[in-house]
């Protein structure tokens, strides 16, 4: 079974500043990371997974994730915060394999100041 | 990349009635995923609907409640059977599709959603 735990539900940040959402997962078989973001009233658009080879893995709109494997984590980064990042994150897991089911943590809402 | 639309995008129904969303994929796929986000929570996988053949639900979802059609391979629907105000939530749909932030992989992709208010 795969469960994903995303600590806190708000971070808010001031444009330009580092952004960290932390991901950490747990899985009995080797697992497939993603990170979601969801825009006010959209639906879920990827901005990464990982899933074999490279563990620091580059997405869309600059954010970068790396999968550390001793530590359970797939942290999400942006260097620079912009205000249309603001939305709803979420980090999910997969087992290992095509077409199989996500697992969703609770999501964080990222919000960013001017 | 593929469009997924889903059929309302809002609704607002009385309890005790049913509501039947579609979701409609311009490109044929095997798999197709209902999902249930209810306020402030994540997504929970209700079923799995494959084409010819029966849904696949998660524990804590019923055939009764959320019955599932899937006629072919571009379009599904979920009805929502019998509501509460419980049943207040965000409805997604999702397929599997060829990869465009990842070469050459297959990703889940997500409707827009069907916002659903039971009053």
């Known amino acids: 079974a795969q469960s994903v735990t995303q600590l806190g539900s708000h971070v808010s940040v001031s444009e330009g500043a580092l952004v960290l959402l932390r991901c950490n997962y747990s899985?009995?078989?080797?697992?497939?990371l993603f990170w979601y973001v969801q825009y006010p009233n959209q639906g879920l658009q990827l901005l990464l997974k990982?899933?074999?080879?490279?563990?620091l893995v580059k997405g869309i709109n600059g954010f970068e994730a790396e999968f550390k494997k001793s530590e359970t984590s797939f942290h999400l980064t942006k260097p620079s915060a912009h205000m249309s990042d603001a939305a709803e994150y979420f980090c999910a897991v997969s087992p290992s394999g095509a077409n199989s089911k996500l697992t969703f943590g609770k999501g964080i809402t990222l919000s960013v100041r001017p | 990349s593929a469009v997924i639309s889903q059929k309302p995008s809002r609704d607002i129904c009385q309890r005790g009635t049913s509501l039947t969303i579609q979701c409609q994929v311009d490109s044929q796929v095997t798999m197709m995923f209902w999902y249930r986000q209810q306020p402030g929570q994540s997504l929970t996988l209700i079923a799995t609907a494959n084409q010819g053949s029966e849904a696949t639900y998660e524990s804590g979802f019923v055939i009764d409640k959320f019955p599932i059609s899937r006629p072919n391979l571009t379009f599904s629907t979920l009805t929502v059977s019998n509501m509460s105000p419980e049943d207040s939530s965000i409805y997604l749909c999702?397929?599997?599709?060829?990869?465009?932030?990842?070469?050459?992989?297959?990703?889940?992709?997500f409707g827009p959603g069907t916002r659903l208010t039971v009053t």
């Open positions: 990982y899933t074999t080879g490279a563990t």
């Open positions: 999702s397929v599997f599709l060829v990869g465009l932030a990842v070469r050459g992989s297959y990703e889940q992709y």
């Open positions: 899985s009995s078989v080797p697992p497939y």
